[in-house]
Structures are given as structure tokens and as C-alpha cells.
């Protein structure tokens, strides 16, 4: 049975916004609020949600560039909160991140060779001559060979600068890798050969992924558990499966019923999720997702719902789940096509 890796246990990071002169005070903003989560060793797990919904927030966190306002992260058995940023370091090394826009994350003025060995001198590998074998053996694993040393960053594509970051951090041998937002801005072509490789390289390296993104065609095919955030909570969670062929929150059917399909000889009309996130520095009472749930309720103002089993290996956050069940099997057009 595979292992617990990392888990989460009520994290909370919260941000104090910075008051001008003469300006009154501001409330915090809690970006991620109490989340309990785990990531089981070889796993995909990815994270879903509308933008600024703290996805990103929370893989700072668990890498340890944000710190936790609340809560425990576990890393391997290992309590990892807490610690001054020297020995935190240390302790997450089995963690690494790829950024969202890898071009940015590479000095423009450095080329990549220069860039990958940097990461291997912060990482610890002091030998030059081990750190050349392993820029060479990570380049050739993420499928670009010995002459990459010598290019700048604006002279790679979007792939090419993916899989750079790639071979950055894997030169590291992290046990898990954060992938934020991999396919952003790649033509669809690039995206299946990223995708692939991502997968090849789970296989080859024994990987764990925590995988954020905001397109659920890319996270139904890529990932073997699901997190749907909104406003700093997790308020769904099951196997791809579960939320792709029976999402219980109403958030979570928004979501998919929001996803662009095409039809043969006709695109479906979108049907946009109604009203605007609220503000997460005055979040409503309650269930933060009642502003804009059509299934709400007065209670739903009133109390904070916690995440419960709906199903083996399904749980989600809301207090009328059970209603909401008789009531789209009454009227199935309510439910998402793509959950049908």
C-alpha cells in the first residue's frame, strides 16, 4: 500500500496586507485556510480552482517559501512546520518546484548551463566534474542533448524552457516535484509532448507530483486524485474519476459544467458560474460559496460546512449535499454533461 509522503493537517497561511498613510486597517487575507490534505508517495494529485483561489499559495507553503500561519506539514513522518528558514531547507530538499512561467525563472543574462549548475551548487553538489555528468545525463533524460548548455533562455521555446526547468530540479533528485501550471501558454501539440514527458519521467524517477492547473482535460488525463480549492478551502476531494463522473459540491459542477466542449459541426454554448468571487480579505459567513451557489440556502450563510465522506475515497464541503443529490436526480440536466 503506498505510503503518506506529505500531509497537511489544518495549514492556514494568512497575509497582512501593508496599510498606507492615512489609510484605515486592513484585514488579513487568508489565502489558504485549513487545509488537511495528503499526497501518497508516487502519485499524481492535482489541485483545480478558479484563479486566486490559493493553489499556488499552497505549494509555497508546503515548499517552504510561504510560511504557515497554522497547522502542521508532515513530510515523510518528518514535521517540517515551524523551522528557521536554514534547517527548513534542508528538511524540504526532497520537494522542488517548477515554476509557472520557467522563461522567467532562468537569468536572462546566464546560459543555461550556467543556470543548471547553479542549482547544483545551492543543492549541495560541490564536485564540478559530477555536477557536468548530471546537467549532462538530466538533459538527455528530459530529451535535449549537450548544446542547450550553451543557449540563452530567450533563445528556447516554451517547451524547451519547460524542460529546462525539468532537468533543473531533477538534478537534484527531489522524491516530489510541484508542478505549477505545466502547460500554460503551450500550443497543444507541445502540451501532449510536455505531458508525456512528465509521465515518462514519474516512471523513470520514481516521482510524486502535486499538479496545479486550471484545465480539467489536462488534470482528467494526467492526475490519479483531485483537490478542488475555492477561496483558500478545499471543499471537494476524490479519485479522478469520482469528481469527473459524480462531483457532489455544487462548486465543483460549476466547474465542470463551465469546461468548453466541442460538439461535431457546432461548439456548446459555455455556461458561465454566476456572480464574482468574493473578496478573500472579507470572505461571507458561513460557506464562502453560498453568495453564488444556486442550491444555497439561509443555514448556508450560517455555518462553515466541513469536509465529509460522501463515498469511499470522496469527500466534499457542504452542508445541503444530500438535497442537492435529490434534486439533480429529479432534473439531470442540472448536473454537468461531462459528470453524466
Sequence with gaps: MPKVLVELQDVSTTFKPRRKLFQDKLPPIRAVERVSLTL?????????????????????????????????????GNIVSGLPARHSRKARR????????????????????????ESLKVGGVADPVERAERIDRMLNAVGLNAGFRSRYPHELSGGQQRRIGLARILGLHPRIVILDEPTSGLDLSVQATVLRLIR????????????????LSVVKRMCDRIAIMYLGRIVEVGSAEQIFTNPRHP??????????????????????????????????????????????????????????????????????????????????????????
Excluded at 501518497?40 to 500561519?69: D, P
Excluded at 520537494?95 to 549548475?117: K, M, N
Design 94 to 117: 526532497d520537494i522542488q518546484y517548477v515554476h509557472q512561467d520557467p522563461g522567467a525563472a532562468l537569468d536572462p543574462w546566464w546560459r543555461v548551463g550556467a543556470s543548471l549548475d
Design 200 to 215: 515518462d519521467l514519474r516512471n523513470q524517477f520514481g516521482l510524486t507530483y502535486l499538479f496545479i492547473s486550471h484545465d
Design 251 to 340: 462548486y465543483t459542477q460549476a466547474l465542470l459544467n463551465a469546461a468548453p466542449r466541442l460538439r461535431p459541426g457546432q461548439l456548446e454554448e459555455i455556461e458561465a458560474l454566476a456572480g464574482d468571487p468574493p473578496n478573500p480579505a472579507r470572505k461571507p459567513s458561513g460557506c464562502a460559496f453560498h453568495t453564488r451557489c444556486p442550491y444555497a440556502d439561509e443555514r448556508c450563510s450560517q455555518i462553515e460546512p466541513e469536509l465529509r465522506e460522501v463515498r469511499t475515497g470522496q469527500q466534499a464541503a457542504c452542508i445541503r449535499l444530500e438535497a442537492i443529490a435529490q434534486q439533480t436526480a429529479r432534473t439531470p440536466e442540472l448536473l454537468p454533461e461531462i459528470a453524466r
Design 40 to 76: 501518497m508517495e508516487g502519485e499524481i494529485l492535482g489541485v483545480i480552482g478558479e484563479s486566486g483561489c490559493g493553489k499556488s499559495t499552497l505549494a509555497r507553503t508546503i515548499l517552504g517559501l510561504q510560511t504557515e500561519t497554522a497547522g502542521q506539514i508532515v513530510l515523510d
